[in-house]
């Protein structure tokens, strides 16, 4: 939207919202200038950040020796970035969001330090967590409750380490995510909007990382890796039917409004896309957000969800677990049922979902 459009908009809903002169004016901050020189700007902000970064960190640091200086250095950082988040412009957020990260990560490293375990990510996490979950709540530009968003929920697959566990949270998130996506008509004009939708940014992007373990409990099972005495059978059931009930599902409640007949043939020609397709998790969850995000009408994650699709796919047809024969067979089985839904899609005049 350039900012003849936006202008035009604010103007029908200036008065059916109240919205005030400084919060238009805040609103088309952000179209005054070309994208070339609000890169120039949020350069120009990391870089004068950085050099008044090391001039505070270092006068601290020898003013009051060992951690105690650090992490007052952190601490008046994270300040300072709090209070640029409120200022107007390109260059006080990008000089905001480096100052919160960077203060962030001080008191994160001395806090971990002081709890003097062995595990020094485990005990960073521990950290992080509770700090990210408050600063996801505070003032702050879009971008960095987002990253927040990420460290909370990267601080918890820490503190599950590796296993059936964490493909269980990244099948979690993934639900959570498809949750969020489909209501978000519901929750958009809510007053904490923005904080969800940075949870549901970060839910998301952490589901699609994370389905690469999901594939892996796949290979372990059949591959008899994991002991069946150590992981319960409903567990590694959850695993593997996961990911293509999600898509069901999914596909389920959007097709809700549809005939009977044409309800009844797309969730058949699912199905057999999942029993086609259920060695790739990764593809299968890849298909659910896509289909999630296209319906809320995000166009940043219907470039960014593809791109994942297309890695798990790779992904799938490049794992050692079965023949090079038998997954082109699977994936030429499958590309096939794919024209015909679409065929099937034009024939009955679906509506676009």
């Given amino acids: 939207m350039d900012k003849a459009d936006l202008q035009y908009l604010l103007a029908h809903i200036q ?12 609103l088309l901050a952000g179209v005054d200038s070309p994208w070339w020189l609000s890169v120039l700007l949020g350069l120009a902000a990391w870089v004068s950040s950085l050099f008044l970064m090391g001039s505070l960190l ?23 970035g709090l209070w640029l988040f409120g200022r107007m412009g390109v260059f006080f957020e990008q000089m905001g969001l480096a100052f919160a990260l960077g203060g962030q990560g001080l008191l994160v490293y001395v806090l971990a330090d002081a709890m003097g375990s062995s595990e020094a990510l485990r005990s960073a996490a521990i950290v992080c967590l509770p700090l990210s979950a408050i600063l996801l709540l505070g003032p702050g530009s ?23 566990g964490l493909a269980l949270y990244g099948l979690l998130l993934a639900c959570v995510a498809t949750v969020s996506w489909l209501r978000r008509l ?32 796949v290979l372990d099972a059949m591959t008899g890796h994991m002991s069946v005495l150590t992981v319960s059978p409903g567990v590694w059931l959850l695993i593997h039917a996961g990911p293509g009930l999600l898509l069901l599902l999914t596909l389920a409640w959007l097709l809700r409004g549809q005939p009977v007949k044409a309800r009844s043939a797309g969730l058949l020609a699912a199905g057999l896309l999942i ?7 990764g593809l299968l969850i890849s298909l659910a957000l896509g289909l999630c995000v296209y319906h809320a009408g995000s166009r940043s994650w219907c470039m960014v969800v593809p791109a994942f699709a297309l890695f798990y796919l790779g992904e799938f047809y490049y794992s050692l677990h079965l023949s090079l024969l038998h997954k082109s067979l699977l994936l030429c089985a499958s590309g096939f049922l794919l024209l015909m839904i679409r065929l099937g899609m034009r024939r009955l005049f679906w509506s676009p979902l």
């Fill in 15 to 26: 008065q059916r919202t109240g919205l005030s002169e400084e919060q238009r004016t805040r």
């Fill in 58 to 80: 270092g006068p601290s640091a020898l003013l009051l020796d060992g951690p105690v200086g650090i992490g007052l250095a952190g601490l008046l950082m994270l300040c300072a």
């Fill in 142 to 164: 879009m971008l960095y409750r987002r990253i927040c968003g990420l460290l909370v929920l990267g601080s918890i697959a820490v503190l599950l380490e590796s296993g059936p």
């Fill in 186 to 217: 519901h929750w958009a004009g809510d007053g904490l909007a923005l904080h969800l939708r940075a949870l549901s940014d970060a839910a998301t992007l952490m589901a699609l990382l994370l389905a690469m373990y999901g594939h892996q409990g």
């Fill in 275 to 281: 029993l086609l397709t259920y060695q790739a998790p």
